[in-house]
């Protein structure tokens, strides 16, 4: 399993009315912890791009358990648990600053061809980058 952990402060722009953290910027938070979760692991998203492969999200799911609030520390950490194939896994677990788990969450991304936009075999350089952490 590879997994990194990342901080983000919940800015004020980001609370709703109660003064929690408005739900959907989690979309974001994980968006975030994912680019740098590869970029950890010597996987640049814009290099993909470049080199032909996209990342669409399929797959987007979280569950609420407590809210954050302003100025809140949030520490999110992603893993990677399985091989990925034409499509990648990530989940979420995010804690406010008292250790609490506040959410957990999953996004399912395609390895989608720049030039055709059909789906595609995870690039070989993810899989090398992996397999020190997954064991097949």
Same mark, same amino acid.
Request: glycine share 6%; no cysteine; proline share 4%.
């Given at each position: 399993?590879?997994?990194?952990?990342?901080?983000?402060?919940?800015?004020?722009?980001?609370?709703?009315?109660?003064?929690?953290?408005?739900?959907?910027?989690?979309?974001?938070?994980?968006?975030?912890?994912?680019?740098?979760?590869?970029?950890?692991?010597?996987?640049?998203?814009?290099?993909?791009?470049?080199?032909?492969?996209?990342?669409?999200?399929?797959?987007?799911?979280?569950?609420?358990? %407590? *809210? +954050?609030?302003?100025?809140?520390?949030?520490?999110?950490?992603? &893993? $990677? =648990?399985?091989?990925?194939?034409?499509?990648?896994?990530?989940?979420?677990?995010?804690?406010?600053?008292?250790?609490?788990?506040?959410?957990?969450?999953?996004?399912?991304?395609?390895?989608?061809?720049?030039?055709?936009?059909?789906? %595609? *075999? +995870?690039?070989?350089?993810?899989?090398?980058?992996?397999?020190? &952490? $997954? =064991?097949?």
């Amino acid at each position: 399993m590879f997994s990194h952990t990342i901080y983000i402060r919940v800015r004020y722009s980001e609370t709703d009315r109660m003064g929690y953290a408005y739900y959907g910027n989690y979309a974001t938070y994980f968006e975030v912890a994912r680019v740098e979760a590869l970029r950890q692991l010597g996987v640049n998203y814009k290099e993909l791009e470049d080199e032909g492969t996209l990342l669409p999200v399929s797959e987007f799911n979280i569950k609420y358990k %407590k *809210p +954050a609030y302003y100025d809140d520390q949030l520490a999110i950490t992603v &893993f $990677i =648990h399985e091989m990925p194939m034409a499509r990648i896994r990530f989940t979420y677990e995010t804690k406010n600053e008292a250790g609490s788990v506040i959410n957990t969450g999953e996004t399912v991304l395609v390895f989608v061809d720049k030039q055709t936009g059909k789906p %595609k *075999p +995870a690039p070989g350089r993810i899989l090398d980058k992996l397999k020190q &952490f $997954i =064991h097949v």
